[in-house]
């Protein structure tokens, strides 16, 4: 059973950065795949980045790239999610997610293992 727990959120300025952390326990180090989501309040759900274990690529929403990026450490069973240049559109609770595939998906669906969320918050 994988389980994850993310930290790092908080309370940020317009123009300031933040790094997410999701530690995750029960995966296997050598394959599969982890992404971040966020939901702000009254919208879905929606995707973020991702990072396949095996080979490393990462995946982000077109609107993010440049601004988020996402890194892993193997060793640690951690991912990462460095946001920068924030904006208060930013603001929203962030979702870490696992599956034990190697397939990146930009829906819900598809992650089997979710965090319980960390609150983003962006004052313009």
């Known amino acids: 059973q994988v389980q994850l727990v993310e930290s790092g959120g908080g309370l940020v300025q317009t123009g300031g950065s933040l790094r997410l952390s999701c530690s995750a326990s029960g995966r296997s180090r050598s394959s599969g795949a982890m992404a971040w989501f966020r939901q702000a309040p009254g919208k879905e759900r929606e995707f973020v980045a991702a990072l396949r274990w095996s080979n490393e690529y990462t995946y982000y929403a077109d609107a993010l790239r440049g601004r988020f990026t996402i890194s892993g450490d193997n060793r640690r069973n951690t991912v990462y999610l460095q946001m920068n240049s924030l904006k208060p559109d930013d603001t929203a609770v962030y979702y870490c997610?696992?599956?034990?595939?190697?397939?990146?998906?930009?829906?819900?669906?598809?992650?089997?293992?979710w965090g319980q969320g960390t609150q983003v918050t962006v004052s313009s």
């Open positions: 997610a696992a599956r034990s595939g190697d397939t990146i998906y930009y829906t819900t669906r598809q992650y089997g293992y």
